[in-house]
């Protein structure tokens, strides 16, 4: 059902008072690729700046969630209005090993005072890339303090989300080595805090020696990156990574790397948003259009390179 | 240096006939986006499609290189030409652990019938990745029986890297959990044979459990993901390895599916390079441009929001 006009004002007033539901319509709108939420976003953006967004990487079963859930607690506690936003991959046989997960996270959902959103990396990573940065923009305009955004794995897709979070937290596990070992090889960028969860377990001393070890060759910035033990499942050490979280906000908006945070953020996500849609663009003019498979078949039999098979593409496309 | 008419002739004469410096020159050609590198990709495209190209994905340390050296080895004792092609990461402050790693391979590099080569990832990675596929492709032409492609890390710039092989192969060691998380998860897709790399560990048993148990959670397809334990700074295993990766190669080309991934990865390359170079026109376009500049100001501001301004620039896109 298309909202009307009147409608339309309607859920940008409750929107921006805080209604939840509003904000779970609005955030349904713009996961659908409606206009609408687009136009929303667009009317609610000068209300955005306001809340602290964090960003939550780690592969996964290190316990992110129980993690977050934890944080949502602590912020509740100091009468902050928190949201979160988990993405879920796409892998259809596991889902519920990771519904699981987010189970940790419903003793909140009756509290007004919390909003909590999965979203399934569905289509494309980058339609889902941009619909999270739009959802995470609704939830800041609808006046939440905290805004917590939650990734499954190191990949590419997920450094693209976390990269918008003025705050970024590496969540991690005594025998999660691939992590420290991205870390060291410089694959994964150094997070702002680091978290590990599950700290009752034997390895956690010899793992947070070899953190600190691939800290101390990363160049030094005007930021300590601190390391936190956890076991959030207790809520051991969680009201530290709160506090490590304000530092550093403090800190990056002392310094004034807030703002040019926020203005590289901003600029990456207009162009990831203007790339999103030329490569739409693009798959939509590409599919079931007799001329291009066509093309693609000499590809296949070799008669055609792939370069000269993409210029082609792009010169139709200026062409039409 | 330029070159003319007639060297770029007598370049893919050389490149041909399999010589190892023609192949170098051609790379770097293609490396430094040298229009010449694209044409000599577009001359030889018709004697590709011989090589067996293998991926090799898994997190850093596991010892990949370790393993592709061992194969190599492997090949030219069964008289296979091979060329390998490392993706290395970009951090600058990790360089020398990673050459180390290189090292075990320059016991054949004066051996003619083995071509090595690192790229590094140096600009952006939509660069990066199309320049290792034309890489891939020269290679191919050049005659090599096997195309072997390395990276580091497990992200979605890798993955994208490794869609274009005909095998993929997982290396892992005792101890790198993480992967086997996102295996699990299903971030990660899964491969067509698992390596458990550095198999003298007393956890290897329950590491190759777990692989198994994660495989028998996925959608059951035609081909049995072999998991083989190798220590191939020794040479064990190694074989087997190779063996498998013919297996699997019999197995696509007798099911025909060698044909359907070709046809899928080529369109993928297609679509990439065409999205690679409007990202570029995109990129050179905004830089330095005052009224773009002015625009990203008022996104900043929160006057504008990023999906009008990234309309706005596809407008002028189109304008001009």
């Keep these: 059902m298309a909202a009307t006009g009147r409608t339309a004002a309607e859920l940008e007033e409750r929107l921006l008072a805080g209604d939840k539901r509003a904000l779970a319509r609005a955030i349904s709108l713009v996961e659908n690729d409606d206009p609408e ?3 929303l976003v667009r009317e609610v953006y000068p209300h955005t700046g306001n809340a602290a967004v964090v960003g939550f990487t780690g592969p996964p079963g290190v316990g992110k969630s129980t993690l977050i859930g934890a944080l949502v607690k602590h912020a509740r506690e100091g009468d902050r209005d928190v949201a979160v936003l988990s993405i879920d991959p796409s892998s259809p046989f596991t889902k519920g090993a990771l519904l699981g997960d987010r189970i940790r996270l419903t003793e909140h959902f009756l509290d007004p005072g919390v909003f909590i959103r999965s979203m399934a990396s569905r289509g494309s990573l980058g339609g889902l890339s941009e ?3 739009q959802a995470a923009l609704l939830m800041d305009a609808s006046g939440k303090d905290d805004v917590f955004l939650e990734t499954v794995g190191v ?12 705050t970024v937290v590496l969540a991690l596990m005594p025998g999660s080595g691939d992590s420290i070992q991205a ?3 410089g694959v994964m960028e150094i997070p702002d805090v680091i978290v590990v969860n599950k700290a009752d377990h034997p390895l956690t001393d010899t793992m947070i020696r070899e953190i600190r070890g691939v800290l101390s060759l990363a160049p030094q910035r005007g930021w300590r990156v601190p390391v936190v033990r956890t076991e959030a499942l207790r809520g051991e050490g969680v009201a530290e990574v709160a ?4 530092e550093h906000r403090e800190h990056i908006t002392a310094e004034g790397t807030l703002e040019e945070r926020r203005r590289r953020n901003l600029r990456n996500e207009v162009m990831a948003l203007a790339m999103w849609r030329m490569r739409r663009r693009l798959e939509e003019e590409v599919a079931g259009d007799a001329e291009v498979q066509a093309m693609l078949d000499e590809v296949v039999k070799r008669r055609l390179d792939p ?6 593409l792009l010169e139709r496309d200026t062409r039409d």
Tied chains: 1, 2.
């Design 131 to 133: 619909a999270t940065l």
């Design 37 to 39: 939420g687009w136009a």
């Design 183 to 185: 870390l060291k090889a």
């Design 155 to 166: 990949g590419q897709a997920e450094v693209d989300i976390i990269d918008h979070a003025d």
């Design 307 to 312: 370069a000269s098979a993409a210029a082609r």
């Design 243 to 246: 506090e490590k979280l304000a």
